[in-house]
Structures are given as C-alpha cells and as structure tokens.
C-alpha cells in the first residue's frame, strides 16, 4: 500500500489539547507545502491563562513572524528547524479504517485510515487519522515527556488557501519589524506554547 500524502496547499481550523490539561487552543491555519510556509492563527489557554497568538513560519527563508493585526506590529525570530510536510510517513503502518458517522445511507459518513508508526528520533510513537478519499488530516495523537498524550483534531478543512497573500508577511511587517533575539521555535507544539 502506498502512504497518502495531504493537499499541498490546505486551510481550516484545529484543536490542541494535551493530557496534562496545560494547554488547549483552538487555531485557523494555512498551510503552502509547495512553498513551505504555514501560518497559524490561535486562541487558547496554557497553565490556565489565556492567549492569542499570530505567527506565520516562512521555512525558506528561515524566519518566523508574531503577528499583532491590531497593533500593526511583527517580531521576526529565526527559524533554524526544517520543514516537515504533512504526510504519512513510508514507515508508518495502516492500523485500520473506519466510518465517522454512519454508514447505514449515502453520505452519512466519512471513511477515514489510522496509520500508526516512530516519531523522529525514536522519540515516541503518534497515530495519524486522516480522509481516506484526499488524504486530508482529521486527528494526530503523540506522546511527550512535559505534556503526555498532546491530540490534535482538524476540521472545518478546505483544499487550497483563499487568500495566499496571508501567507506573506504584512507590509507593516516589512517596513517597521523588529528582530528578536529569543530562542527559535524549534517545533510544530512551540507554536502554542508562548509565554504570557
């Protein structure tokens, strides 16, 4: 069997939770796997303190920018981490399939695959679900040492971006950003885990 690949180019909306209860946050994305940007609009709570957080990861050029819209203000950081597509990995096995919803009547429900397999590194094991028509992500369950079992469920997902001059930093950001100093975002979890 041959391991899907997501939509190069995808938006929508997702969830972050984790099993410790630390962090939880709701996020509109846009991802451009073509030209490896991803950005990631969220509000959430982490240690129980509310956030909102704008961040687009441009991976070519190697630069992460906090958006603040409001303010029309940018931080640009490095971002030294590589770009990881959303895919099925080649060594990832096929756990199942299911039905979400019914399948008693034409369009009642979803056929989806759980593919299971290594984190990098050997650093644990995730399970992915994805559609098995479009291979567009539902859920992804890992397992980290702060967190424990961290899920992240998608949905509300549209082929394609809308508006890709979205996944570009705003010209306020060109012309008055300031460079940051801070630790690079080193992973996808970094993303939500800002401190307040």
């Known amino acids: 069997m041959i391991n899907p690949a997501v939509p190069p180019l995808l938006s929508g909306a997702l969830t972050v939770s984790t099993q410790n209860e630390k962090l939880w946050t709701y996020a509109k994305y846009?991802?451009?796997a073509l030209g490896q940007r991803v950005r990631v609009m969220e509000l959430g709570s982490y240690e129980n303190k509310s956030f909102t957080y704008d961040a687009l990861l441009l991976f070519r050029e190697g630069s992460m920018y906090e958006i603040?819209?409001?303010?029309?203000t940018c931080t640009k950081k490095p971002l030294k981490t590589d770009f990881h597509p959303m895919v099925i990995p080649k060594?990832?096995?096929l756990l199942g399939q299911a039905v979400l919803g019914s399948s008693s009547g034409p369009g009642e429900g979803l056929l989806v695959n759980t593919w299971t397999g290594d984190l990098p590194g050997k650093a644990g094991k995730f399970m992915s679900t994805v559609t098995e028509f479009g291979c567009v992500p539902v859920s992804t369950v890992y397992h980290t040492g702060e967190f424990g079992w961290v899920i992240t469920s998608f949905f509300n997902n549209v082929v394609g971006i809308s508006d890709p001059d979205r996944l570009n930093p705003p010209d306020y950001c060109l012309d008055g950003e300031r460079t940051a100093?801070?630790?690079?975002q080193t992973?996808?979890?970094s993303l939500f885990l800002k401190k307040h």
């Open 30 to 32: 846009l991802y451009d």
């Open 68 to 72: 603040n819209k409001h303010e029309r």
């Open 91 to 93: 060594d990832a096995s």
């Open 181 to 184: 100093d801070e630790e690079e």
């Open 187 to 189: 992973d996808f979890l």
